[in-house]
């Protein structure tokens, strides 16, 4: 069982920055791939980046790449979201998600274990 909690989300100025963070339980977090999702209102989840176990294979979405940065520090048991020129269209709930395998996916039914979610906001 994994346990996750997002924090870094907040207001910010198109153009701006942010850095989400995952906070994960248990001991065995070195052996789950991460993925981070988001969900704007009215639209279904979808996938913004993930990582493997070790960090050496990295996906992103085609909206996000260029921009936003996925990283981990497995003694920290943290996953982070790095997220740089933001759109007034990045807005939306953004969640983080783990997969018990070490190759990362890009569908939310990849994902056995999901956090409560950290509201992204970016004004024009």
């Known amino acids: 069982q994994v346990q996750l909690v997002e924090s870094g989300g907040g207001l910010v100025q198109a153009g701006g920055s942010l850095r989400l963070s995952c906070a994960a339980s248990g001991r065995t977090f070195s052996s789950y791939a991460m993925g981070w999702f988001r969900q704007a209102p009215g639209k279904e989840r979808e996938f913004v980046a993930a990582i493997s176990w070790r960090g050496g294979i990295k996906y992103y979405s085609d909206a996000v790449k260029g921009r936003f940065t996925i990283s981990r520090d497995n003694a920290k048991n943290t996953v982070y979201l790095q997220m740089d020129s933001l759109k007034p269209e990045d807005t939306a709930v953004y969640y983080c998600?783990?997969?018990?395998?070490?190759?990362?996916?890009?569908?939310?039914?990849?994902?056995?274990?999901w956090g409560q979610g950290t509201q992204v906001t970016v004004s024009s």
């Open positions: 998600a783990a997969r018990p395998t070490t190759v990362p996916g890009t569908k939310t039914y990849e994902y056995n274990y």
